[in-house]
């Protein structure tokens, strides 16, 4: 404790190459704790979002590849069911992007309440997308991003069907993991027939919840036997398994993104690395001093350790704590990005701060560690010959 | 008179160490930084090669892809004998109907993607001139046979010659490869239209239609008669701008590239100019000689200012050569980076830092030098020579 005072006083020594080394290790924190957000959404959504007694059943052919609506009902009969939703893409678009910019879906909202139970969804709320024909649920991420208040009335257009939806925000998903729009499949049905169409009569995915987590395996066997040889075969698979898989072709991106965070933290190593030796090397003369007067190897390298380290340490909580910040920024500005999906949450979660620390931590004892071993090996002779 | 160059290159060698490791910092910030650049242009460039100029998708209007678009057989019977509309030598109009639909396939590491899947004719060839099949043979309608672009190639199980693809509901047989001068065509199967309408019970035989048209002065025409005919509610695109659309996406990566370039630039700056402060204070005597010979503040200034550019130049060189091996390794080791999740369907993109990717991170690489340099010469500029010739 007593050579606090001494590493404080050295830190303050060259005030502008401090504060720039700090910068430069802020900064690279900053990036890494951003970067990590993208693969922790991924992990986040995984393990949050997903609920082990939640069963996806769609096609075994792949998404596009519909089931027929009244499988909805056999599905609810099966035993151990609690509760079946359908739920149909209706991929509407919003203003004038002309494109999906959120993923939108026309679920039933008797439903919603037991297959979700876990979504944060208020009761009132819910009780009116389900007494409203053209109530919306939407995700808070979608409600930020567009400005929308529970009461507003939007229209989308859809691209997967010939219709225009006018909707009414009833509830919000209150959570920043839930970038969906839910509105009522009825309503899609009756827009359909008005439109001369043969109505909604197929559905994409049903997704049932489990009364019994042990019982999930016997439900989705279940579920596939009942559809066997039948025009619509099933696969049905955890909603864990689901999201794994719809995500997967996400990975290489993922190692991209982890390759290029690692040359950050490198980066910061080496920024580090250089501050570090640069101070031992201007004060070569007053070590020798030091140990001259008796000043052990053990103090001298210690004390030049805990300065490496503290000063990535404050500048690492500090990239940490503007990161918290900065991804808050980007969360309002960019919102659900269809290119980057669950990579674009951006949200910094717990384990991505803990890493933030950590590196930093990391960065200071690796930088410091080499220049501060060799002050404190050098024979006091030669360095005080060197410098006088 | 100015100081020669040789004077801040042979600074630079004083301190091998420290010049190395400051070089060093801005070589992994140009890696970085080209690395994910090329990431995104690799994928532009797949969707923005797709198509041709002369090339119109016809779609349901208000559908956004192939994939939500439906289109009668009595919409493309009517369509295909539309003026404007190049025919090939037998005098059979060029327009390709086509049904799009995205089925899983696995993977060969276990697990699945939504992969284009295209039902065609035979006169898909004619009119997407880019999709050339370079091994095998083209499909032979209702034979249940596919063709296989290259990305789509060894990234599937089955997806290979003479294998067997599981497809949708059925099991079809791969007989052909095909290229697409690296366009995002490579990264789709190609089976027969019928077949495939089958496979998906469609309602509607088709989900679009592409036409070939003879010049391009009939392009305008052709696309406001689709446009206008009440009949069949659909709208013509031209191909090009169809894919630059659904290359849309894709820019609000550049945003957060962007966003990183700078912040890790500006660190590196922060890194390049302590070092560059280092050099000022332990030439303090150096420059108090140089100005006490006459040597002006503007030629001490650029002396420095060059060889902090020096140093980030230096930088670039090393950080440009990593990247295109890098990029060249990843390649290799990932076979194409997969994209798309929102779009349902996967783009396998070829990794490629090209030279534009590079020129972004000289710009970078150079702003970093200049702006490193800035303080620490104009400190070294500012010594007085009589105080600078004392302190040493």
């Keep these: 404790m007593k050579y606090l005072g001494l590493i404080w006083a050295n830190l303050g020594r060259n005030k502008l190459r401090s504060a720039l080394t700090g910068g430069a290790i802020m900064l690279a924190v900053i990036l890494v704790c951003v970067l990590l957000t993208m693969p922790a959404g991924l992990n986040a959504i995984l393990e949050h979002v997903s609920n082990n007694t939640r069963i996806s059943v769609h096609a075994k052919g792949g998404l596009v590849y519909q089931m027929p609506y009244s499988f909805t009902r056999k599905v609810r009969q099966v035993d151990g069911v609690a509760a079946a939703m359908a739920q149909t893409w209706f991929g509407g678009a919003f203003e004038e992007a002309g494109r999906v910019t959120f993923p939108n879906f026309a679920v039933e909202p008797e439903q919603v309440g037991a297959v979700y139970p876990d979504y944060p969804i208020a009761a009132e709320q819910l009780a009116d997308f ?46 920043d993991r839930y970038p969906s729009v839910w509105m009522s499949r009825e309503y899609l049905d009756q827009a359909l027939k008005a439109a001369g169409r043969p109505g909604l009569g197929t559905v994409g995915i049903i997704w049932v919840r489990a009364a019994d987590p042990n019982r999930v395996n016997s439900i989705m066997r279940q579920i596939d036997e009942m559809s066997r040889n039948s025009e619509y075969e099933t696969a049905c698979e955890t909603e864990k398994s689901f999201i794994s898989n719809f995500f997967g072709s996400l990975q290489g991106f993922v190692t991209i993104i982890l390759i290029v965070t690692g040359l950050v933290a490198l980066c910061i190593v080496f920024i580090a690395a250089n501050t570090a030796s640069m101070a031992v090397r201007e004060r070569a003369g007053e070590l020798a001093v030091l140990k001259a007067i008796g000043f052990g190897r053990r103090v001298i390298f210690a004390t030049l350790l805990a300065e490496a380290v503290a000063l990535s340490v404050v500048a690492g909580g500090a990239g940490v704590l503007a990161s918290v910040g900065l991804t808050g920024a980007l969360r309002v500005f960019a919102g659900w990005s269809d290119a980057l999906g669950p990579l674009g949450g951006f949200i910094v979660t717990a384990p991505v701060i803990v890493q933030g620390v950590f590196l930093s931590l990391f960065v200071g004892m690796l930088a410091g560690v080499v220049p501060s071993w060799g002050a404190a090996r050098k024979p006091v002779v030669q360095t005080l010959h060197e410098v006088f | 008179m100015p100081l020669p160059v040789s004077y801040s290159l042979r600074n630079l060698r004083a301190r091998p160490g420290r010049s190395a490791m400051t070089a060093s910092v801005v070589a992994l910030v140009v890696v970085a930084c080209s690395l994910f650049l090329g990431l995104i242009s690799s994928l532009k460039r797949t969707i923005v090669s797709t198509g041709n100029p002369l090339n119109l998708v016809v779609m349901r209007k208000g559908s956004d892809n192939d994939g939500s678009s439906q289109l009668s057989l009595e919409a493309y019977q009517a369509l295909r004998f539309f003026d404007g509309i190049a025919r090939d030598a037998e005098d059979r109009p060029l327009a390709s109907p086509e049904l799009v639909v995205q089925p899983f396939l696995r993977t060969k590491d276990g697990g699945r993607e939504n992969v284009l ?45 003479g294998s067997d693809l599981h497809m949708g509901r059925g099991t079809w047989k791969v007989v052909g490869i095909f290229d697409a001068d690296g366009s995002s065509f490579e990264s789709e199967v190609w089976a027969d239209v019928r077949e495939l309408g089958n496979d998906a019970k469609r309602f509607f035989p088709y989900s679009g239609l592409r036409l070939r048209v003879v010049s391009p002065a009939d392009v305008e025409p052709l696309i406001r008669r689709i446009d206008d005919d009440p009949r069949y509610a659909l709208e013509a695109q031209r191909e090009t701008d169809y894919y630059a659309k659904q290359s849309e996406s894709a820019n609000s990566l550049y945003v957060l590239v962007v966003g990183i370039a700078i912040l890790a630039g500006i660190g590196a700056g922060f890194g390049a100019s302590n070092t560059m402060y280092a050099a000022v204070q332990s030439r303090t005597a150096e420059i108090g000689t140089l100005r006490a010979l006459g040597f002006s503040r503007a030629a001490i200034l650029s002396a420095f200012e060059i060889e902090a550019v020096l140093l980030s130049g230096l930088g670039f060189v090393i950080g440009a050569g990593c990247a295109v091996g890098l990029s060249a390794l990843l390649g290799v080791l990932l076979g194409g980076v997969a994209f798309g999740a929102a779009t349902f369907t996967t783009n396998v993109i070829t990794l490629r830092v090209g030279t534009s990717d590079l020129m972004g991170a000289f710009v970078l690489a150079f702003t970093i030098g200049i702006f490193s340099g800035l303080g620490p010469a104009w400190r070294a500029a500012r010594l007085r020579p009589i105080e600078a010739l004392r302190k040493a």
Excluded at chain 1, 138 to 157: E, F, H, N, S
């Design chain 1, 130 to 175: 389900q007494r409203y024909r053209d109530g919306a649920l939407a995700g808070r991420q979608v409600m930020r991003k567009y400005g929308w208040k529970i009461g507003d009335r939007i229209t989308l257009r859809s691209t997967a069907w010939p219709v225009n939806l006018d909707l009414r925000i009833v509830g919000e998903i209150a959570s």
């Design chain 2, 117 to 161: 899947v295209r039902g065609v004719q035979p006169v898909a060839l004619a009119v997407h001139e880019q999709v050339r099949v370079i091994e095998g043979r083209m499909l032979t309608p209702s034979s249940h046979e596919v063709i296989v672009g290259r990305g789509v190639l060894g990234r599937y199980e089955g997806a290979a010659l």
